[in-house]
């Protein structure tokens, strides 16, 4: 059973960072895929960055320039650095993690919170 773990999330001022972490435990398969997404009160889910093995870092628009997703060399745990954060950022945040055989995995969420 694979488990995701976040930590990192937390009340912040406009302008300001948060550092978003997650790691996987458990009977830990090779992940090829990993990504944060989120979902602003009462809208949907929305995917914010992603890694894969096969490339590079992708990020919503609305957040390039400002986050930075990045991995551990073991493929165990993915970071997400948010800066410049901005009210509309406020959002449950999810860690989510798929294997190269597909199974995917979701965190518990960590609630952001950008104030005025």
């Known amino acids: 059973q694979v488990q995701l773990v976040e930590s990192g999330g937390g009340l912040v001022q406009a302008g300001g960072s948060l550092r978003l972490s997650c790691a996987a435990s458990g009977s830990i398969f090779t992940m090829n895929t990993m990504a944060w997404y989120r979902r602003p009160p009462g809208k949907q889910r929305e995917l914010v960055a992603t890694?894969?093995?096969?490339?590079?870092?992708k990020y919503a628009a609305s957040v390039q320039g400002r986050f930075s997703i990045s991995r551990d060399f073991t493929w165990k745990s993915v970071d997400l650095q948010m800066n410049s954060l901005k009210p509309e950022d406020t959002a449950v945040y999810y860690c989510?993690?798929?294997?190269?055989?597909?199974?995917?995995?979701w965190g518990q969420g960590t609630q952001v919170t950008v104030s005025s």
């Open positions: 989510n993690m798929i294997t190269r055989y597909g199974d995917d995995y």
């Open positions: 890694i894969t093995s096969g490339g590079g870092p």
